[in-house]
């Protein structure tokens, strides 16, 4: 596709649930990231990917929060035993390298809702 | 802490007019900066970016002004159309962080 297409838009959870949201970035895009958006805030770093390596992974705010991207293209944010805390709008952008400096572009994000 | 930070959270706007949204940062070693225009259950999208070795850089009916002196920087658009109505983020790229968006309202 054109641009960042994230998968579901839109997940409701159980509380104690797992969930796995998934982003698949511009093709051929070296870096991928991960952003967490509550309510009314800007959206704050969680994860970053070159290619398959993470290499930052300092927003996670916990370990139930895991990131992968096993081939370097498609990646999946997992959420084990949710909480309601974790109710926001996760996002994910790619860039084109992994030089820094560069412009980000970002999915439509899934709106995960705990209950 | 945050590293940058919008000055006001609401701005509203007469149709025709122009907006100034402003944002400081204060991290002296940030070299580049991105301001993201975010509608209503989209995801962010890029607007215009500045490097810290230019502290002056103009789009399509958008400006961006960065002094480094002060660590702020300013979004202009000129001629505010209806469209522009969204939530308006600044971004330092070094720690991949955003501040708190402006709500930009456009009067009609």
């Known amino acids: 596709g054109a641009g960042v297409s994230q998968s579901p838009r839109y997940k409701v959870a159980k509380r104690g649930q797992d969930v796995a949201l998934r982003c698949d970035p511009i093709?051929?895009?070296?870096?991928l990231f991960w952003y967490q958006q509550a309510l009314g805030q800007g959206p704050e770093f969680l994860t970053y990917?070159?290619?398959?390596?993470?290499?930052?992974k300092s927003g996670l705010p916990s370990d139930r929060f895991f990131a992968e991207r096993p081939e370097g293209s498609v990646s999946t944010l997992k959420i084990q035993r949710t909480q309601q805390e974790d109710s926001a709008v996760y996002l994910c952008?790619?860039?084109?390298?992994?030089?820094?400096?560069?412009?980000?572009?970002f999915g439509s994000g899934t709106q995960l809702s705990v209950l | 802490g945050e590293s940058v930070g919008l000055h006001l959270p609401t701005l509203s706007v007469q149709e025709g007019d122009n907006s100034i949204i402003n944002c400081a940062y204060s991290?002296?070693?940030?070299?580049?900066f991105i301001w993201y225009k975010q509608e209503s259950g989209k995801g962010p999208q890029f607007i215009i970016d500045?490097?810290?070795?230019?502290d002056k850089r103009q789009g399509q009916r958008v400006t961006v002004l960065l002094n480094k002196t002060v660590k702020h920087l300013s979004l202009q658009i000129a001629a505010t159309q209806p469209g522009d109505s969204a939530v308006y983020f600044c971004?330092?790229?070094?720690?991949?962080?955003f501040g708190a968006g402006t709500t930009v309202t456009v009067r009609a």
């Open positions: 952008a790619s860039s084109f390298s992994g030089q820094g400096n560069e412009k980000l572009f």
């Open positions: 971004a330092e790229n070094r720690k991949l962080s």
């Open positions: 093709s051929g895009h070296v870096s």
């Open positions: 990917f070159q290619n398959e390596a993470q290499l930052d």
């Open positions: 500045i490097r810290s070795n230019m």
């Open positions: 991290n002296s070693a940030s070299d580049y």
